[in-house]
Antibody, heavy 118, light 111 residues
C-alpha cells in the first residue's frame, strides 16, 4: 500500500523560504511514476505546483517556476518542495501526490497546512 | 480564478440525480485532453473518482458517471445518497500552461 506523508513547518514568515518534505512508503520513488505537489487555498481551489518523473524531468506551473524547486532524495525515499519569497498568498494546504503516466493523481498525502505570518 | 469553470454548488434530494459541469477552453478540454474527477470530503485529501472522462476506478459505485463533449465535461450522480455530500473537482491538462489544471470545485449538498 503506497502511502505519502507531508512534513514541515506549519508557519512561515513573509519573504522567507517554505520547505516541505514528502516521505513515501510502500513504493520506491525511482521505480516509476511521477511525484509532485499540489496546494489547496482556503477558498477551496486546487493548484498544481509541479512534479518530477522517476527517470528525470521536472515540471513547474509557470506562475511559480521562478520560486519553486522540487527535488528527490532516493536514499530516504523522500522528495521535497522549496518555495522562496513566500507571501500571504501562498498560505494553503500543501499535498504531495503521485501522478501516473498521464495527469491522474492516484495517491495523495493527507496534506499539511502552511500559514504565512510574521 | 480557475481555468476550468464549475458551478460552486449543486443540491438534490436523496434518490435524485445531480450533474456538475466543467467548462474549459481550446487549450485544455477543447484541445482533446482528458478530464478526471476527484471527490473530497472536507478535512481529507481529494480522491480519484473518474478517470479518462468516463472510467471509474475500482470501488467507485456506478452511480457516478462522467462524460465529455467539446470544451466541457460533466459528472453525474444518480440515486443521490447522503454520503455523496462532498466537494467535487474536475482536472485536465492545459497546453498553454504545460501542466495540470483544476476546476474551482463544486459542493454537493443532499437535501
Amino acid at each position: 500500500q503506497v502511502q505519502l506523508q507531508e512534513s514541515g513547518p506549519g508557519l512561515v514568515r513573509p519573504s522567507e523560504t517554505l520547505s516541505l518534505t514528502c516521505t513515501v512508503s510502500g513504493y520506491s520513488l525511482t521505480s516509476g511514476f511521477s511525484w509532485g505537489w499540489i496546494r489547496q487555498f482556503p477558498g477551496r481551489g486546487l493548484e498544481w505546483i509541479g512534479d518530477f518523473s522517476h527517470n528525470g524531468g521536472t515540471y513547474y506551473t509557470p506562475s511559480l517556476s521562478s520560486r519553486v524547486t522540487i527535488s528527490m532524495d532516493p536514499s530516504r525515499n523522500q522528495f521535497s518542495l522549496r518555495m522562496t519569497s513566500v507571501t500571504a498568498a501562498d498560505a494553503a494546504v500543501y499535498y504531495c501526490a503521485r501522478r501516473d503516466g498521464s495527469i491522474i493523481f492516484d495517491r495523495w498525502g493527507q496534506g499539511t497546512l502552511v500559514t504565512v505570518s510574521s | 480564478q480557475s481555468v476550468l469553470t464549475q458551478p460552486p454548488s449543486v443540491s438534490g434530494a436523496p434518490g435524485q440525480k445531480v450533474s456538475i459541469s466543467c467548462t474549459g477552453g481550446t487549450s485544455n478540454i477543447g484541445a482533446g485532453y482528458d478530464v478526471n474527477w476527484y471527490r473530497q470530503v472536507p478535512g481529507t485529501a481529494p480522491q480519484l473518482l473518474i478517470s479518462y472522462n468516463i472510467n471509474r476506478p475500482a470501488g467507485v459505485p456506478d452511480r457516478f458517471s462522467g462524460s465529455k463533449s467539446g470544451s466541457s465535461a460533466s459528472l453525474a450522480i444518480t440515486g443521490l445518497q447522503a454520503e455523496d455530500e462532498a466537494n467535487y473537482y474536475c482536472q485536465s491538462y492545459d497546453n498553454s500552461l504545460s501542466g495540470s489544471i483544476f476546476g474551482g470545485g463544486t459542493k454537493v449538498t443532499v437535501l
